[in-house]
Nanobody
């Protein structure tokens, strides 16, 4: 049974930091490209960050570049999103996803974790 379980969300003040984790099981984690998406109320789901299978290449949306860092630990089947200098506009439900190389869309999704940035 495939599972992606996010954790680490919560309420944080502007300028603060959070670290999200996504634990994977039920598939060969190291063979998948991993990404974080987010969806704010009333908005479409947005791709935030992506990391390739080896972890050597990452990509970020312009809105988070320089503030967020995606990483992965293939030994632990876990992908992380370190979020620094958080802004109120980062408030959203954050989802991790897994995509096979060659797939256009993610094959698996997590259930999401809420991040709220507010004073």
């Amino acid at each position: 049974q495939v599972q992606l379980v996010e954790s680490g969300g919560g309420l944080v003040q502007p300028g603060g930091s959070l670290r999200l984790s996504c634990a994977a099981s039920g598939f060969t984690f190291s063979s998948y490209v991993m990404s974080w998406y987010r969806q704010a109320p009333g908005k479409e789901r947005e791709l935030v960050a992506t990391i390739i299978r080896t972890g050597s290449i990452t990509n970020y949306s312009d809105s988070v570049k320089g503030r967020f860092t995606i990483s992965r630990d293939n030994a632990k089947n876990t992908v992380y999103l370190q979020m620094d200098s958080l802004k109120p506009e980062d408030t959203a439900v954050y989802y991790c996803s897994a995509r096979r190389v060659g797939s256009i869309v993610p094959d698996y999704w997590g259930q999401g974790t809420q991040v709220t940035v507010s004073s």
